[in-house]
T-cell receptor, first 112, second 114 residues
Framework: AQSVSQHNHHVILSEAASLELGCNYS??????LFWYVQYPGQHLQLLLK??????LVKGIKGFEAEFIKSKFSFNLRKPSVQWSDTAEYFC??????????FGKGNQVVVIP | NAGVTQTPKFQVLKTGQSMTLQCAQD?????MSWYRQDPGMGLRLIHY???????DQGEVPNGYNVSRSTTEDFPLRLLSAAPSQTSVYFC?????????????FGQGTRLTVV
């Protein structure tokens, strides 16, 4: 079964700092990769996704992620965070078995 | 366009009671699923459906039943509630069962079993 690993569950940083969240998955075949965000008290929303093509994908609100096949990774980045980026971020992977597997999430707190 | 609608938003149950969490989508999506979200555990798949009349188990199916009699609705039934089922439950839908499209989530149901 596919598994998804996210490290550094709790991240605290100041506004304007750069953010990078790691995501590693276990499946070696073709994968579809996603990052979702959950703002406090809200449901999950899609940040960005990767299916094929350019391994650097850009999403909403200035987020981007890079797919590195050799490292089984799909790390999320934002060069300069804002207070409004305080949220929980989830990496998700689908390997074609009708299932979307989520990582345990990164709780990000941005201090004004 | 309502998207994915879950009811109720909050529920308190006594151990042993049964209940149904409702989920409806108005986007004609093929794929629907139920997750539970627990602190530090992320989202874990309970059951999913790739179309009306077709359901399958996810990662943590024990204690839950589902059915998919229509494309729009995908209710989750707790047969005999246990404190371990205290969680936040999310329903999600996707246009395609191959999951190459975005999953849309409901607002969640916060369930407490006492």
């Amino acid at each position: 079964a596919q598994s998804v690993s996210q490290h550094n569950h709790h991240v605290i940083l100041s506004e304007a700092a750069s953010l990078e969240l790691g995501c590693n998955y276990s499946y070696g075949g073709t994968v579809n990769l996603f990052w979702y965000v959950q703002y406090p008290g809200q449901h999950l929303q899609l940040l960005l996704k990767y299916f094929s093509g350019d391994p650097l994908v850009k999403g909403i609100k200035g987020f981007e992620a890079e797919f590195i096949k050799s490292k089984f990774s799909f790390n999320l980045r934002k060069p300069s965070v804002q207070w409004s980026d305080t949220a929980e971020y989830f990496c998700a992977v689908n390997s074609g078995n009708n299932r979307l597997a989520f990582g345990k999430g990164n709780q990000v707190v941005v201090i004004p | 366009n309502a998207g994915v609608t879950q009811t109720p938003k909050f529920q308190v149950l006594k151990t042993g009671q049964s209940m149904t969490l409702q989920c409806a989508q108005d986007m004609n999506h093929e794929y629907m699923s139920w997750y539970r979200q627990d602190p530090g555990m992320g989202l874990r798949l309970i059951h999913y459906s790739v179309g009306a009349g077709i359901t399958d188990q996810g990662e943590v199916p024990n204690g839950y039943n589902v059915s998919r009699s229509t494309t729009e609705d995908f209710p989750l039934r707790l047969l005999s509630a246990a404190p371990s089922q205290t969680s936040v439950y999310f329903c999600a839908s996707s246009y395609s069962a191959d999951l190459r499209t975005e999953a849309f989530f409901g607002q969640g149901t916060r369930l407490t079993v006492v």
